[in-house]
């Protein structure tokens, strides 16, 4: 956090080594590493406007055959809160700059190779409209049963108290 601004990320790395033997053919690939990013930020401003933004990026996965693509998103909004009414109003774009998102892959085998590219339509615009009722508190539930049958020093056993046997 910086004064009204706050921003969040991660990363993740890891390596990718794989080989087999499949019905006497060799099947080796390249090893590599894969990784992915993500980051995110809101923007407190005046009058109970919000802005804020996320992104993520995934680097192309290795498989036995080949690789899938890589991804990536990126979006941003804005929101004013009504206090008062305890609601807000928002507004969302998601890749405002890119109508459609192409996914290009490779497969090779032992006589085969396959390469596809396909794009789907990304681009989106929300508006959102939230409004929050009631008071959600927790509490501490005192429990209303007292486990008191155990003796001191017992071992879950009770005594006799001079009864029958």
């Not at 008062?84 to 109003?89: E, F, H, M, P, T």
């Not at 409209?129 to 049963?145: C, Q, T, V, W």
Request: no cysteine; aromatic share 16%.
């Amino acid at each position: 956090n910086v004064n009204s601004f706050t921003i969040r990320g991660g990363f993740n790395l890891g390596t990718f080594n794989y080989s087999s033997k499949l019905e006497d053919v060799a099947v080796t690939n390249p090893s590599g590493f894969e990784y992915n990013v993500n980051f995110g930020g809101t923007l407190n401003l005046p009058k109970d406007w919000k802005m804020d933004f996320f992104g993520f990026l995934r680097s192309p996965r290795f498989t036995i055959q080949g690789r899938q693509p890589n991804f990536s998103i990126y979006g941003m909004g804005i929101k004013k809160e009504f206090p008062k009414i305890k609601a807000s109003l928002g507004l969302r774009v998601i890749e405002p700059f890119n109508n459609y998102k192409f996914f290009d892959s490779a497969q090779t085998g032992n006589g085969f190779s396959l390469e596809s590219s396909f794009g789907i339509p990304f681009r989106s615009v929300g508006l959102s409209f939230d409004y929050r009722f009631g008071n959600l508190k927790f509490k501490e539930r005192k429990s209303a049963i007292d486990n008191d049958d155990l003796m001191q020093g017992g071992d879950g056993q009770q005594q006799n108290s001079g009864g029958r046997n």
